[in-house]
């Protein structure tokens, strides 16, 4: 069974930086793509960022482009998503996702396994 586990969200100032990280089991994690997505309040579910299993392939939703980088580290299982200059349109709770594909993607019908999600806070 597979399952992703994400940790690292809390509260932080505006302009400040936090990185998430998310390991997953049940599966050969270097072979598949990973990616993160974030609800906020009252909104739907927004792409933040996805990786191929090999990292060769990135891809950033526009509002969090030049800020946030994804990372993976297929020997730990884990990806990681560092978040700097974060802003107060950034506070949601972020969710780690995986795809049935070495291939990132960007919208979350596209992927098959789901995190519990972290709550990410930014307030001064």
């Known amino acids: 069974q597979v399952r992703l586990v994400e940790s690292g969200g809390g509260l932080v100032r505006p302009g400040g930086s936090l990185r998430l990280s998310c390991v997953g089991s049940?599966?050969?994690?270097?072979?598949?793509?990973m990616g993160w997505f974030r609800r906020a309040p009252r909104k739907e579910r927004e792409f933040v960022a996805s990786i191929s299993g090999g990292s060769r392939s990135i891809y950033y939703g526009d509002s969090v482009r030049g800020r946030f980088i994804i990372s993976r580290d297929n020997a730990k299982d884990t990806v990681y998503l560092q978040m700097n200059n974060l802003k107060l349109e950034d506070t949601a709770v972020y969710y780690c996702?995986?795809?049935?594909?070495?291939?990132?993607?960007?919208?979350?019908?596209?992927?098959?396994?789901w995190g519990q999600g972290t709550q990410v806070t930014v307030s001064s």
């Open positions: 996702a995986s795809r049935n594909s070495y291939v990132p993607r960007e919208f979350e019908d596209e992927f098959d396994y």
């Open positions: 049940g599966r050969p994690f270097r072979n598949f793509a």
